[in-house]
């Protein structure tokens, strides 16, 4: 076994991989960008060494430098973690060539399993099931478009050299085809610097079904059954689960060794994953399809590990360190059902746009040994565009997947992001969608769904709004009480007039709420928009926000309210017997202001860089039409006319960097 490994990777996975290292008594490396000089990661490990600057390419891919980080320190092995260096099969070949072990699969491996076209042709002669589609080396577009035309619309565009959903393209129709090609082509470039794709027929109801293997150098390779990805947005995972759903013990066996077929054909060793697309009713009769092999460690190995009981990291360190693996498949069962929800800093009502900001505010659930968190980052950390945007994954277990998801319902109720949008409400709904109870999933689940999953924000109910108000007072009053002054009490006194009503106001896309709170000896009396009612409270300021015990009463009825509100600036929320309510406090002395972002002024919704501008001043314009396509976090983001118009001015041209909130398009209505 190794003494010291360097972990060339960052956030949540480098924290894992460290602590994994440290059970077994290996000393730990780490590196770090400028943006990361205080993460958490760079604390996880016994020392820690910059390697540039913010953007990756400056940083952690640059591999050279790794290598001399690695070399410096006495690092024995490197563990590439998921994402930058993981699947470069030139890195790997020179950590060999220095002497340093890669802990990952032979170069060779990544290689044929990279290119995935190369990665169809070998799957072909082993007989792999493949989906019908272009897996050739021509990248001609008028031959590309002809191909599409025979597999037959919708096809799927996909980057050859990568995955993560980026360079990932649906078109519809002969007439969307060169433009989600081009789209694809640009992602694919950006993120791996290889613009080749290949084209597959996309299959609308269907599921994604991956099988984790492992392989080691004495030839065993096993399967470690399968995990059910189909939870996607933007063709990126959301909710894992594992076992699948409805999978029968003939379907995962099958399914099992063809995955392992499609490892051996490539001599692999290590951590991997084999990718299949499958008929939605694979688990009885349904074909499935090969799709890719990530030459990695997934970032949803944690099902696999609660399923198992396994460490799949010390695996990873024990095969590369030359020892067999520590079980062969007759030994290997399948313990209850486990959930895996990603935390993004993302707006799931504005397309699930990635968002950035600081960590003002972190509330988790209790962990144990059936709720696990992994992640990179704490309150207070930033959250940036240099990186992808998820914040933790949220893994629980239980006996069976009912009891398991009702877990990570629970578990959600108790997460609480505050700083920027994110999408924590978006999974409680997921979790609590009748048709993801049932298990009726597939990949198109999320829009099949989306008006139950994305509705407005609930509107602040009555307890909610008393909870807040009586918090916001509570706080007032603690923080002047030791002050001997009578202009210090909240309690709307007034000279010679009885206790007046202190009024907070609050609102929520543009409606309006307005609470009363007059303070008496018993308690309160709070003038609600439903009527006026009596209330006692009992409150208690804990390390994640402030706790309140309500006992809210009108017409002789009471009920007990438990809350937890959060605070900050003027953003609210309130999470009370498993709703959360968003919304803001109106600062009464704050002056009027115009909305500069109105319809006809469309802005970047984040920094990034305009990749084409697809328009100019004086055309007319439908609604719904492109008008520009900026890229930020290697994802393309096409901003729209939101109605039909004139375009006034256009103020970036391609290339160019904007700013967050930065005007690009002016347009007049017709």
């Not at 993460?39 to 490990?45: K, P």
């Not at 791996?192 to 109801?205: A, S, T």
């Not at 009463?553 to 968003?582: F, K, T, W």
């Not at 609604?623 to 006319?641: S, Y």
Request: aromatic content about 6%; glycine content about 8%.
């Amino acid at each position: 076994m190794f003494s010291k490994i360097l972990i060339a990777n960052r956030g949540e996975i480098a924290v894992r991989i460290a602590r994994t290292a440290r059970r077994l008594g290996i000393r730990t490396v780490a590196v770090y960008s400028d943006a990361d000089r205080d993460a958490m990661h760079v604390a996880a490990c016994d020392e820690a060494h910059r390697i540039g600057g913010a953007a990756p390419k400056d940083s952690y891919l640059r591999g050279e430098k790794i290598l001399e980080v690695a070399k410096r320190t006495g690092a024995e092995a490197i563990h590439p973690g998921y994402g930058f260096l993981s699947e470069n099969e030139d890195f790997a070949r020179k950590c060999a060539e220095s002497g340093i072990v890669f802990i990952g699969p032979p170069p060779n491996a990544i290689e044929a399993m990279g290119l995935k076209a190369e990665s169809k042709r070998l799957m072909e002669k082993a007989s792999v099931p493949l989906v019908p589609g272009y897996h050739g080396e021509s990248q001609d577009e008028a031959l590309l478009a002809k191909e599409a035309e025979r597999i037959g619309f919708p096809v799927l565009i996909k980057a050859s050299a990568g995955g993560g959903g980026k360079g990932m393209k649906v078109a519809e129709s002969a007439a969307e085809f060169a433009q989600a090609l081009a789209s694809a082509k640009r992602e694919a470039k950006n993120s791996f610097g290889d613009d080749n794709v290949l084209i597959e027929r996309y299959l609308k109801r269907s599921r994604h079904i991956e099988i984790q293997v492992f392989g080691d150098m004495h030839g065993n390779c096993v399967y470690l059954f399968e995990r059910d990805c189909s939870l996607q947005r933007r063709h990126q995972k959301v909710i894992e689960e594992a076992p699948a759903p409805g999978m029968t013990t003939e379907r995962r066996k099958q399914m099992g060794e063809a995955a392992v077929a499609a490892a051996k054909a490539v001599g692999y060793v290590g951590a991997g994953t084999v990718e299949f697309i499958a008929e939605h009713d694979v688990a009885e009769s349904g074909r499935f399809y090969f799709m890719e092999m990530n030459t990695r460690l997934q970032v949803e190995h944690p099902v696999t590990e609660m399923i198992t009981g396994l460490d799949l990291v010390e695996w990873q360190l024990r095969v590369a360190s030359g020892e067999r693996l520590p079980k062969l498949q007759d030994e290997l069962t399948i313990d209850g059902h486990a959930f895996e929800a990603r935390i993004y800093a993302e707006n799931p009502r504005n397309q699930f746009l990635p968002a950035i900001g600081k960590i003002e505010k972190l509330r988790t659930p209790q962990t144990s040994e059936n709720i696990r968190i992994d992640t990179g980052v704490r309150e207070g950390d930033e959250i940036t565009p240099n990186y992808d945007p998820m914040i933790a994954k949220l893994i629980v277990h239980a006996p069976t997947r009912t009891q398991a998801l009702a877990r990570l319902a629970d578990a959600l109720d108790e997460y609480a992001v505050m700083g920027f949008a994110n999408n924590v409400e978006f999974l409680q709904r997921t979790a609590r969608h009748p048709a993801f109870i049932a298990a009726d999933i597939d990949t198109g689940f999320i829009a099949k769904h989306s008006a139950d999953l994305l509705p407005p924000l609930p509107a602040p109910t009555d307890a909610a709004l008393a909870a807040c108000a009586l918090v916001e007072l509570n706080c007032v009053r603690t923080a002047h009480a030791n002050e001997a002054s009578p202009w210090a009490r909240a309690d709307g006194f007034w000279l010679g007039q009885p206790n007046q009503a202190i009024v907070f106001r609050y609102e929520q896309a543009e409606k309006s709420f307005e609470v009363g709170v007059v303070v008496r000896d018993d308690g309160y009396v709070l003038t609600l928009p439903s009527g006026t009612h009596h209330a006692s409270a009992a409150f208690d300021t804990a390390p994640d926000g402030e706790r309140v015990a309500l006992t809210l009463g009108a017409d002789a009825e009471e009920s007990l309210i438990n809350a937890l509100v959060l605070q900050h600036g003027l953003q609210r929320v309130v999470m009370l017997h498993g709703e959360r309510y968003e919304f803001n406090a109106i600062d009464l002395y704050a002056p009027p202001h115009a909305d500069e972002a109105h319809a006809g002024h469309l802005t970047a919704p984040m920094p990034g860089a305009v990749v084409s501008v697809l328009v100019k001043a004086g055309d007319k314009v439908t609604k719904g039409q492109a008008l520009i396509i900026m890229e930020a976090m290697k994802m393309e983001h096409t901003i729209v006319a939101p109605f039909d118009g004139k375009v006034e001015a256009v103020y970036f041209a391609a290339k160019e960097q904007v700013k967050e909130g930065a005007e690009l398009v002016a347009l007049e209505a017709l």
